[in-house]
């Protein structure tokens, strides 16, 4: 049963390039949620989504990010026109959802985008 | 709103060194606490856990005690590898999916 799927691992893009960055949740989990851990720091939550629904997008910038997580298919968390300071690790995790919330959480292993 | 204050690193230890992390948490309902691990390079595993009050988590020799008096979820391990080298994070759910970090402390143990 594989864990939750990252990648890629590593990104480079230049200013003003977009990227994507996909997350295949764990076997049976329905939940997807995106974190990022900006150098020196903890992580912050972006955002919570479930098939085809968006149920929190609080932590989100409001200009250049965006989120989906389609019927078939990965999550992808797309981040147009970069800028340096997007530079980070990106962390997805999934769960089952249900009463037990956070207490089921399985991250992967990060996608690190640097932007040059 | 729910916040994490852990203390700040390096801590640096000998090997066999007894292991003490700090945390404390604001929340204004009855949150779950965790401790993550993050090897190099690597994602964040969790360590440990407690969902109540009193309740003590504990995994590969590392303990921590849901102190609600003190608002505390303190991480100890009474004999340090330097396998056990890595970030440890601190984290409260207020039993929803979304957990809040603490900024993470680091640990480096020498041999």
């Known amino acids: 049963n594989a864990g939750v799927m990252q990648n890629p691992r590593h990104l480079v893009r230049r200013r003003g390039q977009e990227a994507r960055l996909r997350c295949s949740p764990m076997k049976g989990h329905s939940h997807v949620y995106w974190y990022r851990q900006l150098p020196e720091e903890g992580l912050k939550f972006m955002v919570y989504?479930?098939?085809?629904?968006?149920?929190?997008e609080s932590g989100m910038p409001k200009e250049r990010f965006s989120a989906e997580f389609p019927k078939e298919g990965p999550s992808i968390l797309r981040i147009q026109q970069v800028v340096r300071g997007d530079s980070a690790a990106y962390f997805c995790?999934?769960?089952?959802?249900?009463?037990?919330?956070?207490?089921?959480?399985?991250f992967g292993a990060g996608s690190r985008l640097t932007v040059l | 709103g729910d916040s994490v204050t852990q203390m700040e690193g390096p801590v640096t230890l000998s090997e066999e060194a007894f292991l003490t992390i700090n945390c404390t948490y604001t929340?204004?309902?009855?949150?779950?606490l965790f401790w993550y691990v993050q090897y190099p390079g690597e994602g964040l595993q969790l360590l440990l856990k407690a969902t109540k009050a009193d309740d003590k988590g504990s995994n590969k020799g590392f303990e921590a005690t849901y102190r609600k008096e003190t608002t505390s979820f303190h991480l100890e391990k009474g004999s340090v590898q330097v396998s056990d080298s890595a970030v440890y994070f601190c984290a409260l759910s207020d039993n929803t999916d979304k957990l809040i970090f603490g900024t993470g402390t680091r640990l480096q143990v020498f041999p």
């Open positions: 995790a999934s769960s089952p959802g249900g009463s037990q919330g956070a207490n089921v959480l399985t």
């Open positions: 929340a204004t309902g009855y949150p779950s």
């Open positions: 989504l479930q098939k085809e629904n968006i149920i929190d």
